[in-house]
């Protein structure tokens, strides 16, 4: 009986065992990645939990690509841009495996192993340790797909953890190649000179068009340089060699203008991330080309853009003369000061900021759209410097990538709102930094 008792409890130990490293192994995958997630809604909020009353995260546009991580309830915990959040699971396409550009993915751990495909059957590329960068361009299951030394390779998403931005260029001996030395000068404003060839590495100072420059190297997309006595490296398309024009087919530092909303993203193809929205006539500074996209600068941030919707002329922004209509919005907007803020609310028993608009604009006789970015599209567009009472404002999410957010100007620098923020309707000023930093355009209906 000794004997069988002490086997039987010998299981049952070794089940306990089984079971606890069951539950260690679930939970550090908890934060894997076990998939992408594309965006079927015009519009769609990431929010901090797994619920409406969450707080608004960032806004992402239709045809987004998210990394899934997880479920819960109905929702999605993703992974956008260097932010984790939970997204509606009924307005994502889920797919186990999915190619855009995710971002930065940071090792966490030594001699994590690059794997030629997505599985620890496939042959090691090589093996990198906590710290080292490369850019992840898809996924696959609980699998990244990454750039690494040249090569596609792959590495376990528990592995590493991905942030917004571009990883440092890598090359396969680590070092740049030489280049005879040659004389340049800075194009461009603002130029940085960084400690490496890549938008990962510290910044050591910025630079002014003219600035001159002796190039002593090269490492893919960007020059060894000395610049007033400082090494560093500046990326191509901003230095124009001695007895050269560039080479970009591209004038470095021409402005352009936007012919309708469109999309900054953060590579020269659609499968690259929304950096943020341009609105119509926002004005850029083209910086290089790639195929048919454009290298651009907009607010200190830069991106690219189809070449199709720019314009080397400013486009013509008259605005319409203001009715005595907008005075009686305003008026009809401010018996709701106070109500609360409730998510998808579009009546006084709670608004959110477009079922606000909304509301208030049928509540005086017009039928204007529902959310915020198709409002956008209503009416004719206003310069900020000729607002009117009544106008409909438009501003970018958190993020400042997308639109995410509306209100109606009421004269004075100030408007009327549904904040989730303050959770009620109420009246900002357009010169708090918060709404100041994220204007993105003003449309007059009335």
Known sequence: MDRKLSTLLKVAVVMAIMMCLCVSIAAANAYASE?????????LNIRSGPNTSSSVVSCVPRGTVLLVNDTASGWYKVWYQGSEGYVRADYISFSASADANFGTGTVKGTGVRVRSGPGTGYSILGTVNSGASMSVTGVNGNWYRVSYNGYTGYV??????????????QSQTGTSQPAQNREGAIKGYGVRLRSGPGTGYSILGTYSSGTKL???????DWYAVTVGGV??????????LSGTS??????????????T??????????????????????????????GSWKKVSYNGAEGYVRQDYLTSTEPSQSTPAASGNGQRIVTEAKK???????????????FDCSGFVYYVYRMCGYSIARTATAQN?????????????????????????AIGHAGIYIGNGQFIHASSGNGRVLISSLSESYYNTRYYSARRVA
């Open 377 to 401: 599209s209503m009416g004719s567009y206003v310069s900020r410097s000729d607002l009117a009472p009544g106008d409909i404002l438009i501003f970018y999410n958190s993020a400042v990538t």
């Open 231 to 240: 090494k560093g490296y500046v990326n191509k398309p901003y230095v124009t």
């Open 261 to 290: 909303a469109v999309n900054m993203r953060s590579g020269p193809g659609t499968g690259y991330a929304v950096q943020r929205v341009l609105s119509r006539g926002a004005k850029v500074t083209v910086t290089g080309q790639s």
């Open 336 to 350: 709701y000061l106070g109500v609360r803020y409730v998510y998808g609310g579009t009546s006084p028993s709670g």
């Open 246 to 259: 560039g080479g970009t087919g591209t004038s470095s530092g021409t402005a352009a203008w936007t012919t």
């Open 35 to 43: 998939g992408a997630g594309t965006v079927t809604a015009s519009a």
């Open 156 to 169: 376990r998403s528990d592995y590493m953890t991905v942030s917004a931005g571009s990883a440092p260029a």
């Open 214 to 220: 002796t190039v002593t190297g090269e490492s893919g």
